[in-house]
């Protein structure tokens, strides 16, 4: 049925059938989805009725997230948003690369800023778990001064709050990856901490996938040093591992081609962090197989994007039941029994 569809849909340019689907969103009624309560999983403090979660990018300004638990979502990531409106970069910067089930966007923090994002977060009241991912404005002079206010501005709002430094389209943030600026970003939101200038909410980091394994070792041990509470493993990736129509594009690329770099890196990240902090795992999932691999490679929770674009919104009631099914089958009672099972911790920790 959705294949159908989604050949029509797919006729349109890919931000105006966007735009589109986030109206029809607002106004027709959907049912709940039915969640396997073996699901259930408790992280961060909180209870997640699903360990799937929908990915930053999709509800960039928070304005259908209560309709999108309906689908069988556990948590939803509104954002990036960012300190100012801004427009982002010219028109096209979503595309489709069909064959490989992937997308390339670039985007570019089109945002309608912290102050309107609020109001609408405001406004619907929802009991869900809401994160918002914040990002930095493009001509900001000091990105870690735009991270720092929208921690202090939406602490008191949502139930987390993920600090974006990945995304590949605005320039020089990704430089955030680099240790010493890392470790200044980090310091910074530590003081806010410690001085009480923000509510306790968990505070998140999402990466790049494309670090190095020295590099990627680096930052594990300065998550640890600032006990960073979660880390996001990853954004969009840079690299163009196909051939053909979309190489030469400019911006992140997601979706099924994703999968195998970003499950790697997680299992990196596990292993360097020893299991010690909790990781949500995203990047190329497309089925229950894909996000319970994650989960065994060190996700306690994962989150999609891509894969609603390829396979339709019916694709999260399937993934719970299906999810439900191969942890029953490994003889695992719960979610938190199967992070990590395929991932190597050494120094017996
Ligand atoms: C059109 C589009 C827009 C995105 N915008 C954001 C964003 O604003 N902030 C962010 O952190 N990630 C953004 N992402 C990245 C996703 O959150 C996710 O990390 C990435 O797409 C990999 O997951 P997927 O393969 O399931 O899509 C975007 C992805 C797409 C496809």
Excluded: W
């Excluded at 979502?73 to 979503?94: A, H, M």
């Excluded at 489709?96 to 570019?108: F, Q, Y």
């Excluded at 998140?204 to 394994?213: A, E, F, R, T």
């Excluded at 300065?222 to 979660?230: A, P, Q, R, S, T």
């Amino acid at each position: 049925m959705y294949n159908l569809f989604k050949a029509f849909l797919f006729l349109f340019d890919p931000e105006v059938i966007h735009r589109l689907t986030i109206l029809f969103l607002k106004f027709i009624p959907l049912n709940k989805a039915f969640i396997p309560k073996e699901l259930n999983t408790k992280i961060f403090g909180m209870n997640f009725s699903s360990p799937i979660g929908l990915a930053a990018g999709f509800d960039k300004n928070a304005e259908v997230y209560s309709k999108m638990f309906n689908l069988g979502f556990g948590f939803i990531e509104v954002g990036t948003v960012t300190p100012k409106p801004q427009e982002g970069n010219p028109r096209p910067r979503i595309h489709r690369i069909k064959k490989e089930k992937a997308i390339i966007n670039s985007l570019g923090f089109n945002s309608i800023g912290f102050e309107k994002v609020k109001v609408n977060l405001l406004n619907k009241k929802t009991e869900g778990i809401i994160g918002v991912n914040i990002g930095a404005n493009k001509d900001s002079k000091i990105f870690i001064d735009d991270y720092i206010s929208g921690i202090k501005f939406f602490s008191n709002h949502v139930s987390y709050i993920t600090i974006n430094i990945s995304s590949p389209n605005t320039p020089g943030l990704r430089e955030l990856h680099i240790e010493k600026n890392l470790k200044d970003l980090l310091e910074k939101i530590k003081n806010l901490k410690t001085n009480n200038e923000v509510a306790e909410v968990p505070l998140l980091i999402k990466i790049s996938p494309d670090v190095n394994d020295d590099d990627l070792s680096i930052m594990c041990d300065i998550f640890l040093e600032f006990n960073v509470d979660g880390i996001i493993i990853s954004n969009t990736t840079i690299e163009r591992p196909f051939k053909g129509f979309g190489t030469n594009l400019n911006g992140g690329l997601s979706g099924e081609l994703l999968y195998q770099i970003s499950t790697n890196q997680l299992k990196k990240v596990y292993e360097y962090t020893k299991g010690q902090i909790p990781l949500i795992g995203v990047g190329g999932i497309s089925s229950a197989k894909d996000a319970y691999n994650k989960i065994r490679n060190g996700a306690s929770l994962v989150q999609l994007y891509t894969g609603i674009v390829y396979h339709g919104p019916g694709l999260i009631k399937k993934m719970n039941s299906e999810i439900s099914t191969l942890l029953k089958n490994d003889g695992f009672d719960s979610i938190s029994d199967a992070v990590g099972v395929d991932a190597e911790i050494k120094n017996g920790t």
